[in-house]
């Protein structure tokens, strides 16, 4: 009676370790075939023949790029690997996630960013010599902008989302507010809180959403779209990633500075 005992308890512990692995063999399955977004490096001289071969094997193309050659797509994991493999792939690469931290307002920030900051950094002496940013175009590639606030009305030349969902408006402000640090007229407090290029023009480059984020391949095709639309300075107010590990947008800032093209990005908000 015992053993009958023990051979029913055996059977019952190998049907469920049987059952486990069925289960966990399933799930790893179902994680490999997740949809993922990655950047793709191609060789420059075989770059119509990689899109076609791209093409047949039906991955979604998100963005594809001129200022390097490679694509933006959308893929199930497991099917990486397969990519790798392809003689004409030079890199591939996950898709950052970056943040943008609202602006504060508090009593101290107020105090230094707004009544100082153009003291400060000695904006008054080259409004003196007539550096106001006349004929200069800035290129604010950020949460979008408000062109009904006072002091940014006429001031948009050209803009474009790269936020599916959403338009170019501003959900988030820190766009609003980077856009007024820069070219602000002042026009709402009387000149007071003018920004520092206040006759620049601006270019108004969504690449996050209402809530702030944002990520590489989208940043990397509007920083493509400032470049062809004759932007003098790139503004990238963003954090959440180190840099370095970035290749794809390094990459592409790189080959836009050699344009002569002056590109400031953010030293803090997180990285």
Same mark, same amino acid.
């Given at each position: ?12 512990? @190998?049907?469920?370790?049987? %059952? =486990? ?15 993922? !977004? ?18 047949? =094997?039906?991955?979604?193309? !998100? ?11 959308? %893929?199930?994991?497991? !099917? @990486? #690997?397969?990519?790798?493999? #392809?003689? /004409? ?6 898709? +950052?996630?970056? #943040?943008?931290? !609202? ?6 920030? #107020? ?6 900051? $153009? ?5 008054? /002496?080259?409004? $003196?010599?007539? /550096? ?10 950020? *949460? ?43 026009? =709402? ?11 620049? *023009? ?26 062809? +639309? $004759?932007?003098?300075i790139i503004s990238m107010s963003l954090g959440g990633v180190d840099i370095t590990e970035t290749y794809p947008m390094n990459n592409a800032v790189k080959k836009i @500075?050699?344009?002569?093209? @002056?590109?400031?990005? =953010?030293?803090?908000?997180? $990285?």
């Amino acid at each position: 009676m015992r053993a009958i005992k023990l051979i029913f308890i055996f059977l019952i512990l @190998i049907t469920a370790f049987f %059952l =486990a692995s069925f289960v966990i063999s399933k799930q790893n399955s179902a994680n490999n075939d997740d949809l993922v !977004r990655v950047i793709v490096e191609v060789d420059p001289s075989y770059k119509a023949i990689a899109e076609q071969s791209l093409n047949k =094997a039906n991955v979604e193309f !998100r963005h594809k790029y001129s200022i390097f050659s490679g694509y933006s797509i959308e %893929l199930p994991k497991s !099917r @990486i #690997k397969e990519l790798e493999e #392809k003689s /004409y792939i030079k890199g591939i690469y996950p898709v +950052h996630k970056f #943040k943008i931290i !609202r602006p504060v307002a508090s009593g101290n920030t #107020k105090a230094i960013t707004e009544d100082r900051r $153009n003291e400060i950094i000695g904006a008054s /002496y080259l409004w $003196n010599l007539n /550096y106001t940013g006349k004929n200069v175009t800035i290129a604010i590639v950020d *949460t979008g902008i408000d062109e009904n606030h006072p002091d940014l009305i006429g001031k948009i030349k050209a803009k474009e989302s790269f936020v599916e969902t959403e338009g170019t408006g501003d959900g988030y402000g820190h766009g609003t507010h980077v856009a007024s640090l820069a070219a602000g007229t002042g026009a =709402a407090s009387n000149g007071k809180y003018r920004g520092v290029a206040p006759e620049a *023009t601006l270019l108004n480059v969504k690449v996050c959403d209402s809530y702030g984020s944002c990520y590489e391949d989208d940043i990397i095709s509007g920083l493509e779209w400032a470049f062809q +639309h $004759n932007a003098d300075i790139i503004s990238m107010s963003l954090g959440g990633v180190d840099i370095t590990e970035t290749y794809p947008m390094n990459n592409a800032v790189k080959k836009i @500075i050699d344009e002569g093209i @002056i590109v400031i990005a =953010a030293a803090g908000n997180e $990285n």
